[in-house]
């Protein structure tokens, strides 16, 4: 039986991960801060599927919270088959309102965590020849949307590339870029959504399903949705200035995760 880690485990995506990784059969170590809810939340997916669910309390804004879960991931006699890396956050805010110690918090946790974890958890997949990372950006990476955008970008081309230099390798990297979901993302920042069209908004568990398809197929890339999809192609298109001052404007209210 194989073994998923998970940050950002109790909630939103993280929590959709959860309930289908147990459900295919998978043992888990969950990671979040809230050891309360990570306890609930191992006990319910441990008495629902029978899968074994450890659990790993850590704030990967801190230098000991990402320690700890390297250590995890580096562990040989319970080595993690899967990676999920999907701890993050929003900040609300257009460009110098919002405090340079959560705009660097944002960099820790985003990129400096994600970094630090895909690469303990590397090092052992490609020894045995098998493994696989998923790291959860977002469709922001690919808009001018101040330093949300700009570490979910990060992301995506830290994530791409790195799938190149492991190819033939047998692991597999993936970076995630899902919409609006409905999770506690945005009530957490403090942002409106009444705003957000309802055809904009996308369901966790079927996001996770087409992303977990998607890692199988081997692609390094998923947007799993087609109104998602054709937005981008959209977004490709459009010139970066006016990108630009419609995401400024958008940012202040919301931001997709």
Not at 22 to 38: F, M, S, T, W
Not at 107 to 130: C, N, P, Y
């Amino acid at each position: 039986m194989t073994t998923a880690l998970i940050t950002g485990s109790t909630a939103g995506i993280g929590a959709a991960f959860a309930r289908r990784l147990a459900a295919d059969g998978h043992n888990l170590v969950l990671v979040a801060r809230d050891l309360k809810r990570l306890q609930e939340q191992a006990t319910e997916l441990h008495d629902r599927h029978g899968i074994e669910a450890e659990v790993l309390s850590a704030d990967l804004a801190t230098e000991d919270g990402i320690t700890a879960v390297e250590q995890r991931l580096g562990d040989r006699r319970n080595p993690v088959d899967l990676l999920i890396n999907n701890a993050g956050f929003g900040n609300k805010g257009r460009y110098l309102e919002v405090p340079m110690a959560e705009e660097l918090t944002m960099v820790k946790v985003h990129i400096e965590a994600v970094l630090r974890l895909t690469s303990a958890a590397v090092a052992g997949m490609r020894e045995r020849g098998r493994g696989g990372v998923v790291n959860v950006a977002s469709v922001a990476a690919f808009v001018p949307r101040g330093t949300y955008g700009a570490s979910k970008a990060w992301v995506v081309q830290f994530t791409q590339g790195a799938a190149k230099d492991l190819a033939g390798s047998g692991v597999r990297m993936m970076a995630l870029c899902p919409g609006f979901v409905r999770t506690e993302f945005h009530e957490r920042a403090g942002m409106g959504t009444d705003n957000i069209p309802k055809w904009m908004w996308l369901d966790a568990d079927k996001l996770v399903a087409a992303a977990l398809t998607d890692l199988a197929r081997g692609k390094s890339l998923s947007i799993p949705d087609p109104r998602y999809k054709a937005l981008m192609g959209v977004v490709k298109l459009a010139p970066r200035g006016l990108l630009g001052g419609v995401t400024a404007k958008t940012g202040r209210k919301y931001g997709p995760q």
